[in-house]
């Protein structure tokens, strides 16, 4: 708590003071989102406790870089052998990242409501992240609605459209909904199934293990905030990204304090079956001779 107070300290002439505004928005989170409990806990008005709640999700939105960002050059060789580490190859010591969508549940608004049912059958907002190794976010992209595909998500997403991440000779790694990519950045996903020989199928067995870390990064957050993220959102569709933010903001910050957790089984985002791939942008090259190259090397076919 004093870590999270001192990222997000400010000057300020007015209200509850840093600490306590902190401290409520943190029980806000960790108890369903009900302002009656929390005015009842902190013996303050709810509309008081309203303004707190605002106030202080959007000081995390303002501040997220400084708990969510990108490595440093110099880091990124050990967060490869990272990915090398959980996913038990050395081939994947160029990987820096893996990506994923998940749908975090909303109460549909009264318009635009079919915007928000997602395929899996429920109303939703997407959020998408890219995580290291361990589970730490490197980047978020919250507020789609849950009908939008996550290719095109990730397409509108600042990192891709500004080849901010994986820097070049580097490597994420994504699940079947994204297409394969050499360009404008380098995404690799697993062959297609059914696999052709035991090459695809090794490569396919590795580099799941490799992706799975994003989908674990997903539940341990989930499982923290279950009381929030367990079911629908008891917010409007347009402050939620703010929420949910937070949440994955307040991941990095327990995770950076060696305060980890196991992901309850119920909270795991598992792989589910994916829409269908969209097809590749004008601007974008496919990253199937890349992926060939790194099935080779997994199965120790070709000299690394």
């Known amino acids: 708590m004093h870590s999270l107070q001192r990222l997000l300290q400010r000057e300020q002439d007015h209200g509850w003071g840093n600490e306590l505004e902190v401290l409520v928005y943190t029980y806000w989170l960790a108890h369903g989102l009900s302002y009656r409990v929390v005015s009842s806990v902190f013996n303050v008005p709810k509309a ?124 994420l790694l994504g699940d079947g909904g994204y297409p394969c990519l050499d360009t404008p950045i380098c995404l690799i996903t697993p062959f297609k199934e059914p696999v052709h020989g035991q090459v695809q199928q090794r490569f396919n067995y590795y580099q799941s293990r490799g992706r799975s870390i994003i989908e674990r990064a997903f539940g341990m957050m989930k499982t923290r905030w279950r009381s929030t993220l367990f079911r629908a959102l008891e917010v409007k569709p347009t402050f939620a990204p703010q929420v949910i933010a937070s949440c994955a903001f307040l991941h990095n910050v327990c995770m950076d304090n060696g305060d980890t957790l196991a992901p309850d089984e119920d909270m795991w985002d598992r792989d589910d079956p994916q829409p269908p791939r969209e097809a590749l942008a004008h601007n974008a090259t496919s990253g199937n001779d890349t992926r060939n190259r790194l099935a080779a090397l997994v199965s120790g076919n070709v000299q690394a």
């Open 48 to 171: 008081t406790v309203h303004n707190i709640i605002h106030r202080v999700a959007q000081n995390i939105w303002d501040n997220l870089s400084k708990a969510i960002c990108f490595p440093h050059t110099v880091d990124l060789p050990a967060v490869g052998q990272g990915f090398v580490n959980i996913s038990g190859t050395p081939a994947f010591h160029n990987v820096v990242g893996a990506i994923d969508g998940s749908h975090i549940r909303i109460k549909p608004p009264k318009h635009h409501r079919l915007d928000y049912l997602n395929y899996k059958g429920f109303y939703s907002v997407t959020m998408q992240a890219i995580c290291d190794s361990s589970g730490r976010f490197l980047d978020i992209y919250v507020g789609y609605p849950g009908s939008v595909h996550d290719t095109r998500i990730m397409k509108n997403s600042s990192f891709y459209t500004a080849r901010r991440y994986p820097p070049a000779g580097y490597i």
